[in-house]
């Protein structure tokens, strides 16, 4: 199971869900090289990217039900685990997963992930869990997707649009990432990464709640009786 638990932080680090709380946009650098993509097609990727963003500038916060699949290709072997997840500004966040039961929260100064059938809880400096090289920056507001990610229209459907995130620095320890946008909601639906050795984690959300006011407590995290702390990174 620990390639599991691996690939849960693996896909935490490399969703691009920091964009829910991006902040405002920088000035285009001057004399940056042109897009070698055809006019249309470079208008049409640019209005799409610009319409997602605003969709999450935006947004205060949500809660969703997911569906995780993580997919081995050196084991053959496939998890479905499945939960709750809810967002809030700024860089908050807390994944229930039911089956296997772990918790994961972001509280805006430190990610904690318990897991109780291991009775500990792993602790990491917020700073540290999430840079602006990684697309997990966009939930907590470090970056935006143009400035992080070189992206691509991958086709479309009559319900959704795919687009491929390619990090602009250390893609090749990122691996890539599609996903798939509601074109009526402009949600994201659907997220796939797929890590440098072939790994896959595949997340979908439905039942998307933007109206439901979200408590500050529920991104509090108090370390359970009789569990063991763990931190990789102390006093960093």
Known sequence: MRFFRTSLLFFLMV?????FFAAPAAEE??????DRRAPSETTASATLVARLQARYDET?????????????????QTLTSRGQVFFKK?????????????LLIADGSALWLYQPSE????????????????????????GRLEEDFSIMPQGESRSVHRLRLTPKQAAE??????????????????????DPLGNTTRVSFTNIDRETALGDDLFRFELPPGIDLVEPLPGR
């Open 15 to 19: 969703l691009p869900v920091g964009y």
């Open 29 to 34: 650098p001057q004399g940056q090289a042109a």
């Open 60 to 76: 205060a916060g949500f809660r969703a039900d997911f569906v995780q699949e993580v997919s081995s290709a050196t084991l053959g």
């Open 90 to 102: 700024p860089g908050r966040m807390r994944w229930e997963f039911t089956d296997p039961r772990q």
């Open 119 to 142: 009775r500990q809880v792993i602790k990491t400096p917020f700073q540290y869990a999430f840079s602006s090289q990684t697309p997990i920056s966009f939930l907590t507001g470090v």
């Open 173 to 194: 320890a990122v691996g890539l990432l599609d996903i798939e946008v509601s074109k009526e909601t402009f949600d994201i639906l659907q997220a796939l990464i797929t």
